[in-house]
């Protein structure tokens, strides 16, 4: 596609539930991030997809999250037994290669509410 | 432990006059620095960025500065007009990396 897709858009689920976000990069674009917005933050980093390497998971903020990305391409990001905390708009980005000058792509994000 | 800071949540100005976004960093690795726009419901788009060896970057009506010794750069825009109020972030690279790390955003509203 010609932008960053994710879905869904919105999402609300109840504490305790499991969800699963997903973002199909722009087309060609070896690299995928996820960050998370919480209310009144800035964008908070989560993990890292390049190409074959082993992802950084370093933003991962409890056991409870986690990412694939399957075939280098479409990626899910997955929410264990969700916390009002994690209420959040999770935002996907891709990238060709050299983010330096023109940064990455973002998605439109999906927002989630825990309930 | 914020290494890139936007320490204004929110700016106000009159359409037609210069906006001047600031951002702060703490990270001395930092060699790319990147400005985002983002208007509600949507992702944020990469608006200009800057080299650790340059200290202005200009497209249009939007100018970075950076200040390598003080660890400071800013956003202006001019002439400001009612289609750039959106959410503006800050956000920085650290050498050999491709990790954004962004600031906490200031939200711009020019009014009429």
């Known amino acids: 596609g010609a932008g960053v897709s994710q879905s869904p858009s919105n999402k609300v689920t109840e504490k305790g539930k499991d969800v699963e976000l997903r973002c199909d990069p722009i087309?060609?674009?070896?690299?995928l991030y996820w960050y998370r917005q919480s209310l009144g933050q800035g964008l908070e980093f989560l993990i890292y997809?390049?190409?074959?390497?082993?992802?950084?998971k370093s933003g991962l903020p409890s056991d409870r999250f986690s990412a694939e990305r399957t075939g280098g391409s479409v990626s899910t990001l997955t929410i264990q037994r969700t916390q009002q905390e994690d209420s959040a708009v999770y935002l996907c980005?891709?990238?060709?290669?050299?983010?330096?000058?023109?940064?990455?792509?973002f998605g439109s994000g999906t927002r989630l509410t825990v309930v | 432990d914020q290494q890139v800071k936007q320490n204004s949540p929110s700016l106000s100005v009159q359409e037609g006059r210069i906006s001047i976004l600031n951002c702060d960093y703490t990270?001395?690795?930092?060699?790319?620095f990147l400005w985002y726009k983002k208007y509600p419901a949507e992702g944020p788009t990469f608006l200009i960025s800057?080299?650790?060896?340059?200290d202005k970057n200009e497209d249009g009506r939007f100018t970075v500065f950076l200040n390598k010794s003080a660890k400071h750069l800013s956003l202006h825009i001019v002439p400001s007009q009612p289609g750039d109020s959106a959410v503006y972030f800050c956000?920085?690279?650290?050498?050999?990396?491709?990790?954004?790390?962004f600031g906490t955003g200031t939200r711009l509203q020019v009014f009429p």
């Open positions: 980005a891709s990238s060709l290669g050299v983010v330096s000058n023109y940064g990455y792509t």
């Open positions: 087309s060609g674009h070896t690299a």
């Open positions: 997809f390049q190409g074959n390497s082993a992802p950084d």
């Open positions: 990270n001395s690795m930092f060699d790319y």
């Open positions: 800057i080299s650790s060896i340059k």
């Open positions: 956000a920085a690279l650290a050498y050999n990396t491709d990790k954004l790390i």
